[in-house]
């Protein structure tokens, strides 16, 4: 399995980015996929997640502000990022799991920087 995230880089406070991760393999369409963050000094945290079935989940810091989506013709995990904080600056990471839900992931892809400018 691969998972390659894209669209991180330098937005200002208010601003908006979308990022994408690609999977390859048959699998993202099985499995819960979810987006993961890491700011520097603090641990690694799961800002959202999305079932196999559709059904999404959102960390109370990002709720109204993140939107996670999943294209499984494309094999592609979306997080739309609006209203940006300083506080979102991090490395996020796309994420699988092992089932239809989300119990965890068990695989990380590298991940792509966002930074946020005043």
């Known amino acids: 399995v691969q998972l390659q995230a894209s669209g991180g880089g330098l937005v200002q406070i208010g601003g908006s980015l979308r990022l994408a991760c690609v999977a390859s393999?048959?699998?993202?369409?099985?499995?819960?996929m979810g987006w993961h963050r890491q700011a520097p000094g603090n641990q690694r945290e799961l800002v959202a997640y999305i079932t196999r079935g559709g059904t999404t989940n959102y960390a109370d810091s990002v709720k109204g502000r993140f939107t996670i989506s999943r294209d499984n013709a494309k094999n592609t995990l979306h997080l739309q990022m609006i209203n940006l904080k300083f506080e979102d600056a991090a490395v996020y990471y796309c994420?699988?799991?092992?089932?239809?839900?989300?119990?965890?992931?068990?695989?990380w892809g590298k991940g792509t920087q966002v930074t946020v400018s005043s």
């Open positions: 994420a699988k799991t092992r089932s239809a839900w989300w119990n965890g992931a068990d695989f």
């Open positions: 393999g048959s699998i993202f369409r099985l499995n819960a």
